[in-house]
């Protein structure tokens, strides 16, 4: 497959730069190519990167008539290891006219919040937008089968077939859709497999809408959903009587729930703009085309932002509240605060200051001492920033000062689990029309633990200027760190960048990195990484 990749794009770029001669050709191609390869030494420690890796992304894109677009992207690499992804990608997405998309091979689609929109698919689909028309569909593998290795602890996963649409009316600013997805692990596509992997099977439908009310001024986008979930289908059949099995399969392993989010944007004035946001997630809800929804949480965010001073001063905020085990499914219930403050003055065109403030907290009610928690994190920031004319260039120059403690309440640990942090660091760039630059940066760090403490100092500068009329483009950095904590270490940076672009043919670029480490306690080692790189836009 590799091999018949490169045949068709090896054949199509030459007869696209034949056809290209003509005035109007009938099929007109372009996209670009990227190949790399790398070198990689280590001693002293266990390789941390692969030695030799190759890599060829060729993404092009054919032009039938001016009316139909045919995308075809192929990622090939030599790091193909038996327990991960398959990440050769093949597809096919042909736009005719501006209300179809065909899809085939490998795409990527997204249904809605609640249902589908995070992994790819390797099938076949279409996207409708005709008029008011919003019609969207797809079947195919959402995941591949991923074999267990035991030696690197891979718990393995089945290859996941997924089918998907979404019927609806209206534009993206005012619409109301249907969505369905479902999803059902093939247990014969891997053998040998082990608790706690098991075969499952999902079903999720929702209703997305958004609409805008006073002028645009006030815009509501929402969805309410249902899903069902089988965390093993080798259980046996629970039939409920009214359901269509037809539909979904129901298992002893099958439990139901529901989702729902409402967003509320209002912005009365430019100068000012405000949003509420409120999500729930039953302890049921799962969507296997979304991984990072949380279930059994209810989130509610409110976030004011105003503009004063002519757009000088611009002022952002958001509080947010998180309540987990509202139905009391768990021995314990968590809530959460988040709260955040900014704000950027810009008091000329060369000086202006940046502040932060945040503040996370989060308690539990757990009867046990011991798994009780009680934690604040409070975060600050600010930097002043500058940039000027002077020393016959153009310079930037801003110092950032930050402090962070966390406090541990809970009446066992809070001892133990008390830290604060002071960082700074100041860094200045000067660079002058005739292509030469530098950068300079002061970096400092103490950090107290109620274990220890940990320090840190760097200084680093970095320098780049082109040569041959601006075509090689060139620079060398260094970075030199002392830090502390059980022992007294050092490292060392160097970096080397070099890029030449070659008329009509690419660009050429090469990186180089040398990282010297040293402590007292003889962890000593050293890294040598190059890459070498081609990239052709056609």
């Known amino acids: 497959m590799k091999l018949s990749v490169l045949i068709i794009f090896l054949i199509i770029i030459p007869a696209e730069l034949i056809h290209s001669q003509n005035s109007q050709p009938l099929i007109k191609l372009n996209g670009s190519v990227n190949l790399s390869t790398s070198y990689y030494s280590a001693s002293g420690i266990d390789k941390r990167y692969p030695n030799g890796l190759s890599t060829a992304i ?41 209300w179809l998309t065909l899809h ?68 993206e600013n005012a619409r109301v859709d249907f969505n369905f997805y479902k999803a059902k692990d093939i247990q014969s596509s891997i053998s040998d497999f082990k608790y706690p992997l098991a075969p499952t099977e999902n079903m999720v439908m929702s209703y997305s809408f958004a609409f805008p009310v006073f002028g645009d001024k006030l815009k509501v986008n929402g969805e309410i959903g249902g899903s069902a979930y089988t965390s093993d289908t080798r259980y046996e059949d629970h039939p409920v009587e009214g359901f269509p099995s037809w539909l979904y399969n129901i298992k002893y392993s099958t439990r139901f729930d529901f989702g729902t989010f409402l967003n509320l944007s209002y912005t009365p004035q430019p100068e000012y703009s405000f949003s509420l946001k409120g999500k729930w997630y039953g302890p049921g809800f799962v969507t296997t085309g979304i991984t990072e929804i949380q279930g059994d949480a209810l989130d509610i965010e409110f976030s004011p932002n105003v503009r004063l001073m002519n757009n000088k001063l611009f002022l952002r905020s958001s509080f947010g509240v998180r ?63 500058f940039n000027f004319e002077g020393l016959g260039g153009f310079n930037n120059l801003f110092f950032t000062y930050s402090f962070q403690k966390f406090d541990d309440n809970n009446i066992i640990f809070a001892y133990n689990n008390k830290s604060s942090s002071h960082s700074a660091s100041a860094v200045w760039s000067l660079a002058f029309i005739s292509s030469l630059n530098f ?82 306690l003889n962890t000593n080692y050293k890294e040598t990484q190059a890459v070498l790189q081609y990239y052709y836009n056609f």
């Open 58 to 98: 060729v993404s092009s894109n054919i032009n039938i008539a001016d009316a139909i677009d045919i995308p075809l992207t192929a990622y090939i690499s030599t790091d193909q290891v038996s327990y991960q992804q398959s990440i050769n990608r093949i597809g096919a997405n042909p736009k005719i006219g501006d």
């Open 439 to 520: 950068s300079t940066s002061l970096n400092y760090q103490n950090s107290e633990f109620s274990t220890g403490n940990f320090k840190l100092s760097s200084l680093g500068g970095s320098a780049g200027y082109s040569f041959f009329n601006r075509k090689l483009n060139s620079s060398i950095g260094v970075n030199y760190s002392l830090f502390s904590s059980i022992a007294d270490n050092n490292q060392l940076n160097l970096r080397l960048n070099f890029s030449y672009p070659v008329e009509k043919l690419g660009t050429i670029s090469l990186y180089i990195l040398r990282n010297e480490f040293n402590s007292d």
């Open 104 to 171: 085939g091979g490998y795409f990527n689609s997204k249904l809605s919040d609640l249902t589908f929109g995070e992994t790819g698919v390797m099938g076949a689909g279409f996207d409708v937008r005709y008029k008011l028309l919003r019609a969207s569909f797809f079947y195919g593998n959402v995941r591949d089968a991923i074999n267990p290795d035991s030696a690197n602890s891979i718990l393995g996963g089945f290859r996941r077939e997924g089918l998907g649409f979404k019927l609806g009316i209206g534009t």
């Open 323 to 385: 309540y987990n085990n509202v139905r009391d499914t768990r021995t314990a219930t968590t809530s959460r605060f988040i709260g955040s403050m900014s704000g950027t003055y810009q008091y000329s065109k060369n000086a202006g200051i940046d502040v932060s403030f945040m503040n996370y907290s989060i308690k539990s009610n757990a009867i046990s001492d011991t798994a009780r928690i009680n934690n604040v994190l409070n975060y600050f920031t600010v930097t002043p920033r």
